[in-house]
């Protein structure tokens, strides 16, 4: 919670080594959250330079896009991320809510089922499944109840 101090230590990292991916995506995190959200993209675009295929980053920069209601960017980057790590519940999890959120239902549909297909055992996975089930039930009439599990 001492976002300022953070802030020091990673701009330090990033004058010492700007090369260093994790340090432009923690900065970015921190800045974001102090409400610098336009200094934080350049931190998550500059280490996607060095590093393209980095999922944190990814992520985290098509959270922000979804933010800004840029949907189809948001779309693309988390396309590129699933395309790298196909059981990234998260990435997938949000493109069907980015999907949703700019009304292709058919497209959050075809996210949701790809969780539902996966076998989840940690705790995280399991909630999104859960929560995958609850969204196409709520959306997709075709789907059984999401306490129905069979």
């Known amino acids: 919670e001492q ?3 953070a802030v020091k ?12 991916v994790r340090c432009h995506n923690d900065l970015a995190l921190v800045l974001n959250e102090l409400g610098h959200p336009d200094e934080a993209f350049k931190h998550f675009e500059e280490g996607l330079k ?36 196909p059981k990234s519940v998260e990435a997938l999890w949000m493109a069907g809510e980015t999907a949703n959120f700019a ?13 539902l297909d996966l076998d989840l055992e940690d705790a995280v996975g399991q909630r999104l499944s859960d929560e995958a089930r609850r969204a196409l039930f709520r959306t997709d009439t075709s789907m059984p109840s999401p306490d129905n599990r069979g």
């Open 3 to 5: 976002y300022q101090k």
């Open 50 to 85: 060095y590093s393209p295929s980095h999922e944190n980053l990814l992520l985290n920069l098509a959270r922000m896009y979804v933010n800004r209601r840029q949907y189809d960017v948001a779309l693309n980057l988390l396309e590129r991320l699933i395309a790298l790590s």
């Open 103 to 115: 009304g292709n239902m058919e497209s959050a549909h075809r996210w949701w089922k790809r969780i």
């Open 9 to 20: 230590y990673y701009r330090l990292c990033h004058q010492l080594n700007p090369y260093h």
